[in-house]
């Protein structure tokens, strides 16, 4: 009978050694100014001890820990998938399309939640793997998400998408007027990109420098001192990179016992203060179901 072997391209090693891809002393990669460093020690943080908003479809009632905190878990409908019809499309609603497991549509939705817009942006979750034909046909030809219905139109692509609704709907700001802060964001904004291709090739086995990749984030975290966060304050950076990070932490932890937060105390403590908000952390997928999908997504079957 044949074999089913999973080949992991990360060996598991307990320790974090120069051998090891993710532990490089390599120059950070993100050309950031301020290099800072902190000697703090590092929390562990529970990553695997929270309540996640689970879709209507899959739950009848919610009773969310948020509550006790005056933050009342919203209700999160059921994903329309080819069977579906399709919403009364430009009737004036304000329309969120997403994924409940996309990390770039969980940029737009934690920007909604964070400016307190549930009542004015109604989400309309998509099932990418059954997705209905109106979804390309009538709203968003480009057939991904996020996308957002706004007067009579659809726009999309993530970072746009949360720069748009900051400027444009009510809500606290997300974005600093301070112009050094704005420069910054923008060097963050470009690097998001590069920083998630780098980490994901170190799974396919195809890079070495996902270390580094989480240095540049520890550097970047520590050039504002006014708080935790990127900029210092809770910015759309934040939201940028959080979805990312969600994915990387657990997945790394899991299948190569590479904990990120190890000897880099700003991203612990940004990863502990970005999960005490509830605005993303209603948008949380769990971190179980997040490893198993990037184990099917990323690792190699060997029969
Ligand atoms: N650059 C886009 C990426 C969006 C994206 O790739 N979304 C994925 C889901 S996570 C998608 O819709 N995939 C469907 C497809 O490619 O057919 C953004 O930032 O919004």
Same mark, same amino acid.
Not at 223 to 229: C, L, R, S, T
Not at 255 to 261: A, E, L, R
């Given at each position: 009978m044949a074999s089913l072997k999973i080949c992991n391209p990360f060996p598991t090693s307990t320790s974090q050694c120069s051998s090891n891809p993710f532990s490089s002393?390599?120059?950070?990669?993100?050309?950031?100014?301020?290099?800072l460093s902190s000697t703090n020690s590092v929390s562990v943080h529970p990553i695997l001890s929270f309540h996640f908003p689970v879709p209507a479809s899959k739950k009848s009632t919610t009773i969310s820990s948020a509550m006790s905190s005056g933050y009342v878990q919203e209700d999160l409908p059921p994903a329309l998938d080819s069977t579906s019809d399709p919403p009364p499309?430009?009737?004036g609603t304000t329309r969120l399309y997403i994924s409940y497991t996309c990390p770039y549509a969980q940029r737009v939705w934690i920007t909604r939640n964070c400016k307190g817009l549930q009542d004015k942006i109604k989400l309309a979750p998509i099932d990418l793997k059954n997705?209905?034909?109106?979804? =390309?046909?009538?709203?968003? %030809?480009?057939?991904?998400?996020?996308a957002l219905e706004h007067n009579n139109e659809v726009k999309g692509e993530s970072l746009d998408l949360i720069k748009y609704i900051d400027t444009h709907?009510?809500?606290?700001?997300?974005?600093?007027?301070?112009p050094a802060k704005r420069q910054f964001a923008d060097e963050l904004f470009s690097y998001v990109n590069s920083f998630c291709k780098t980490v994901t090739s170190s799974f396919k086995?195809?890079?070495?420098?996902a270390g580094i990749a989480f240095d540049d984030i520890e550097i970047a975290l520590s =050039?504002?001192?006014?708080? %935790?966060?990127f900029l210092g304050q809770f910015s759309l950076v934040d939201i940028a990179y959080a979805p990312f990070i969600e994915r990387f932490h657990p997945f790394l932890l899991d299948?190569?016992?590479?904990?990120?937060?190890h000897g880099r105390p700003k991203l612990a403590t940004w990863i502990e203060e970005m999960n005490k908000n509830e605005g993303y952390k209603q948008t949380r997928c769990d971190p179980k179901e997040l490893v198993e999908s990037y184990k099917k997504r990323f690792m190699v079957i060997e029969i």
């Open positions: 002393n390599r120059m950070p990669i993100l050309p950031i100014k301020s290099a499309l430009f009737d997705r209905p034909a109106w979804y =390309k046909e009538r709203v968003y %030809p480009p057939n991904k998400v996020p709907f009510e809500g606290p700001s997300l974005f600093p007027d301070d086995g195809e890079g070495t420098d =050039k504002f001192e006014d708080g %935790p966060f299948v190569k016992n590479y904990d990120i937060t």
